[in-house]
T-cell receptor
Framework: EPEVTQTPSHQVTQMGQEVILRCVPISNHLYFYWYRQILGQKVEFLVSFYNNEISEKSEIFDDQFSVERPDGSNFTLKIRSTKLEDSAMYFC????????????FGQGTRLTVV | TQLLEQSPQFLSIQEGENLTVYCNSSSVFSSLQWYRQEPGEGPVLLVTVVTGGEVKKLKRLTFQFGDARKDSSLHITAAQPGDTGLYLCAGLANQAGTALIFGKGTTLSVSS
């Protein structure tokens, strides 16, 4: 069964450092998403991406965040200068169409900023 | 701001019991989705409900979307220990949008 894969599973970084979280969406999907879940809190939408551009972003997705699809398979989330409060599980998801559709989530990357 | 409130937050029951968890909002959603999340893993989609009043069944799980599309429920019949997990509801605010809004979830524990 096709799945969304994320690497690394766990990333520890020092405050102020840049991190890149990587995702390989399901191959025939066209819409890609990043969500985050701070420990003990709800899953929060960060950004959606379609046709090589951002479709929608939340207030959380400020200038320190960026997304990219550098090739035909990878979808990355870059955090330029990490802060302690960026520590969370980051989930990548993909879907084959917009609207009332199934979004498939990856296993997540646990980011710990120290 | 659209919010999804889930209740109860925690539920601990014995194997064989029935249970219902609720997902409520003051806003209308074009669809609602139910996910199950295991510790340290990503949410796994269980079902999407789209039409007001819709009822969908997935084995022992029954999902209902309210007539006004503001609320949904998940009913589990004869719960089993394998049903243990975090159940999340999520809504797509509008069909033209892409962002899912999640509730905080209901943590279900089924003991044998």
């Amino acid at each position: 069964e096709p799945e969304v894969t994320q690497t690394p599973s766990h990333q520890v970084t020092q405050m102020g450092q840049e991190v890149i979280l990587r995702c390989v969406p399901i191959s025939n999907h066209l819409y890609f998403y990043w969500y985050r879940q701070i420990l003990g809190q709800k899953v929060e939408f960060l950004v959606s991406f379609y046709n090589n551009e951002i479709s929608e972003k939340s207030e959380i997705f400020d200038d320190q965040f960026s997304v990219e699809r550098p090739d035909g398979s990878n979808f990355t989330l870059k955090i330029r200068s990490t802060k302690l409060e960026d520590s969370a599980m980051y989930f990548c998801a993909s879907s084959d169409r917009q609207g009332d559709t199934e979004a498939f989530f990856g296993q997540g990357t646990r980011l710990t900023v120290v | 701001t659209q919010l999804l409130e889930q209740s109860p937050q925690f539920l601990s029951i014995q194997e064989g019991e029935n249970l219902t968890v609720y997902c409520n909002s003051s806003s209308v959603f074009s669809s609602l989705q139910w996910y199950r999340q295991e510790p340290g893993e990503g949410p796994v989609l269980l079902v999407t409900v789209v039409t007001g009043g819709e009822v969908k069944k997935l084995k022992r799980l029954t999902f209902q979307f309210g007539d006004a599309r503001k609320d949904s429920s998940l009913h589990i019949t004869a719960a089993q220990p394998g049903d243990t997990g975090l159940y999340l509801c999520a809504g797509l605010a509008n069909q033209a949008g892409t962002a899912l809004i999640f509730g905080k979830g209901t943590t279900l524990s089924v003991s044998s």
